[in-house]
């Protein structure tokens, strides 16, 4: 259990000399952005214009390093159009393949020659139209 004990309160002490550094590096940067962008407005240069483009250029940035490490990860709401696109695709498919099918049994129990060629030339054309997707 001492050892335990020992080991976070290390950590702990390591953690707040780190947070100590951290902070001190974090006033050095803020002082020199500050000296920077006073100097941008006496040049005319509007600072917090600037910075918030910069911002808005480095989200954007960001988005597409996300985009294009994740290419196969779409939208939420673009896969449910694509899955939905290929529901209706299907059913459209499904639904002309039923009424060749009942226009082929249609001429088959009148005895029509055609009726029986046709069928035959919808049998060969439902194999060429199947879409998995």
Known sequence: ?????????????TLLHEQKELSRLLQIVQQQLQRHLSELEKEG?????????????????????????NPQQQQP???????????????????????????SQT?????????SQNNQEEESSDKRDFNPL
Do not use: C, L, P, Y
Request: net charge positive.
């Open 1 to 13: 259990m001492n050892e335990k004990v020992g080991r976070h309160k290390g950590a702990v002490e």
């Open 45 to 69: 240069i509007d600072a917090d214009q600037f910075i918030e483009d910069f911002q808005h250029r480095e989200q954007q940035k960001q988005q597409d390093m996300q985009r294009q490490q």
């Open 77 to 103: 709401q673009q896969r449910q159009g694509n899955q939905q696109q290929r529901t209706n695709q299907g059913q459209r498919d499904n639904s002309q393949s039923r009424q060749r099918r009942d226009t």
């Open 107 to 115: 001429d088959r129990r009148q005895g029509n020659d055609r009726g």
